[in-house]
């Protein structure tokens, strides 16, 4: 799997797991959830907890009071699992007596390691629902791009991490003015001039490369501003890492090249930013219409695609983010048939008919999983790219309206 499959995947998981949790609802405020940075020790948050736990028989209604400090003693529970420290990025814990139906309550203890953002601060918060805000920010503000910016008297490099600006390096230059002090002829000046110019932009090309090269494969691209020739000059001089300079997604006319620039730059380039985002889904949508066209190398539908992967002739297996629903496995114990069918995650598992004998077959909980892990374990078997297609374009909402949400691109015409 390549760090962009494997990005998207975690991304996917980072949403369902979101969606679960917004789903569930407690009576009263008695649903806990802790947002732990990285840098907070563990010894510390077993300690606020404690003290809640001891604030918490206060509680009026006997039900809460029982059901936050139940919740409580589960996330201290949970916290032994940990060293000192949690895990890089943080730790988001969840816990709390869950609406089951039917006046019934069950309790839920859910651990969240690592988010695709650090944790920025230590939060505590008791509710009837859980809070997950600040992870849907942090799906918001997935990606990562190098920043420069630079004139012929300074220049700032660093990153914009989701919707964040990290400055990171900065140089000052020794490049002189453009009036030659007395003694120097008007050529000599001009020269010293231009080597100067050249060993300011092979000085901010270094910092530059010395931090996106290591981040080569991470990298969404890279942001150049500055005024004109500046600009033009640092980019056409081919100073960067030729495996840099290649992810340069565009260049802008910034006033500031201060650290104030970098946040100027990521103002500018907002446009540009919104097409790179969806230009490797349009890529990817434009080649599967183009041999859906032909009639050659493409399959969609829920079934089709699937028994494509299992003959190992899907290359790129293409999947909507917006897909929300389960694979359900029909077994017929008629004439030994097993059909595959896709419902809501939300809904109860109906039944169906058998597409060979026409029985009417039924399938319990446990013959139904998420649809898209079902699809990626396979994909990953067979060697299968997969690609998750974002909706907001034309193409990639026909994925999910017009095709089901599934499809691929194939090796090999398989005739299914």
Known sequence: MSQEEGADRKKYEFRKVIEDLKNFEGSGTQLVTIYIPEDRQISDVVAHVTQEHSEAANIKSKQTRTN?????????????????????????????????GGGQTEMVTKALEGPPQPVESFRYHCDSDFLTEPLEHMLEDQGLYGLIVLDRREANVGWLKGKRVVPVKSASSLVPGKQRKGGQSAQRFARLRLEAIDNFYQEVAGM?????????????????????????????????????????????????????????????????????????????????????NSGELATYGF??????????????????????????????????????????????????????????????????????????????????????????????????????GVAGILRYNTGV
């Open 208 to 292: 530059a490369n010395d931090l996106f090269v290591p981040k080569r494969h991470e990298l969404d691209g890279v942001l150049v501003g500055g005024p004109s020739p500046t600009k033009d000059e640092f980019l056409d001089g081919d100073y960067l890492h030729h495996e840099i300079q290649d992810t340069v997604i565009d260049k802008f006319d910034v006033s500031y090249t201060d650290e104030s620039g970098l946040k100027d730059l990521v103002d500018r380039a907002q446009d540009a930013l919104a097409d790179a985002e969806i230009m490797k889904d349009k890529k990817v949508m434009e080649r599967f219409f183009k041999e859906l």
């Open 303 to 404: 079934q089709q695609t699937r028994t494509n992967l299992i003959m190992g002739s899907v290359e790129t297996l293409l999947i909507s983010e917006d897909l929300r629903q389960d694979a359900i496995t029909y077994d017929c114990d008629a004439c030994g048939n097993t059909d595959y069918a896709l419902v809501d995650r939300r809904k109860s598992t109906p039944e169906h008919d058998c597409s060979e004998c026409g029985t009417t077959l039924t399938a319990d909980e446990d013959d139904r999983e998420d649809a898209i892990e079902h699809l990626i374990s396979i994909a990953e078997q067979r060697g299968t790219e997969t690609k998750f297609i974002s909706s907001d374009f034309e193409k990639g909402e026909q994925l999910y309206n017009a095709f089901g």
């Open 68 to 100: 936050v400090q139940d919740a409580l003693t589960s996330i201290k529970d949970r916290l032994r699992y940990y060293d000192a420290f949690p895990p890089d990025n943080g730790l988001v814990l969840f816990s709390g007596a869950v609406n089951s």
